[in-house]
């Protein structure tokens, strides 16, 4: 099983770690000038995987360890179908108004929209449709496609993919979620089966903490 891949924001924070530590989030996250919520799922990634671990009050300090073999074999096992949730679908002829509408009743942050083979065309997100309320044109009559992100331009997975990938690809493309998709011969190519979301991953870190007594 191979070690996991650190992406090279979190390699600068274990770097940062070693050379301060113990050193609070707040204080890591000033010297990378972003926000504690910005780095938070990268330090969480970072202390189940053993890079790093934390103790109330005092700050994160480094272990000493390359890798943590245990944990990251426990992620790398760890597929999108075991974590996954049941995605929210709109046609792309709906309007903005409907999307907003379907959004708020389902309480996502994401719609996936499929065209009439039932297949992934586009994504829309909630600052893609708090964007488009704000144009000063009626959301009534603004079809959720002329908004949407379109292929091939929207990050996808499927089911057998490891978590942990998934992991990186939320963080590092700064998204909330991701269509799991399988492919079919209709359409573009690609039907959506689920969805797997920072949400979805949080429950996986609080799961293993729980199984670990950590």
Not at 78 to 94: G, M, N, T
Request: overall charge negative; aromatic content about 4%.
């Amino acid at each position: 099983m191979s070690p996991i891949e650190l992406s090279t924001r979190q390699q600068q924070i274990v770097d940062i770690v070693k050379e301060n530590g113990p050193i609070t989030g707040e204080h890591i996250a000033e010297r990378l000038s972003l926000t504690r919520a910005t780095l938070r799922p990268d330090l969480a990634i970072l202390t189940m995987a053993g890079f790093l671990d934390a103790r109330p009050r005092v700050g994160y300090f480094y272990t000493g360890k390359s890798e943590s073999p245990v944990l990251a074999d426990k992620l790398q096992e760890i597929k999108v179908h075991h974590y996954q949730s049941r995605p929210v679908l709109i046609e792309q002829s709906a309007s903005v108004y409907e999307a907003i509408c379907t959004m708020f009743l389902e309480d996502v942050g994401t719609l996936f929209i499929v065209d009439s083979d039932a297949t992934l065309v586009g994504v829309a997100s909630r600052k893609d449709l708090l964007r488009a309320s704000m144009g000063g044109q009626s959301i009534e009559s603004i079809p959720v496609s002329v908004i949407m992100t379109r292929m091939p331009n929207i990050t996808m997975c499927e089911k057998d993919d490891s978590v942990i990938e998934v992991a990186q690809k939320l963080i590092s493309r700064q998204i909330d979620g991701l269509p799991i998709v399988k492919k079919v011969d209709t359409g573009s190519g690609f039907e959506v089966v689920g969805r797997i979301t920072k949400t979805n991953i949080t429950q996986l870190l609080v799961d293993l903490a729980s199984k670990d007594g950590m």
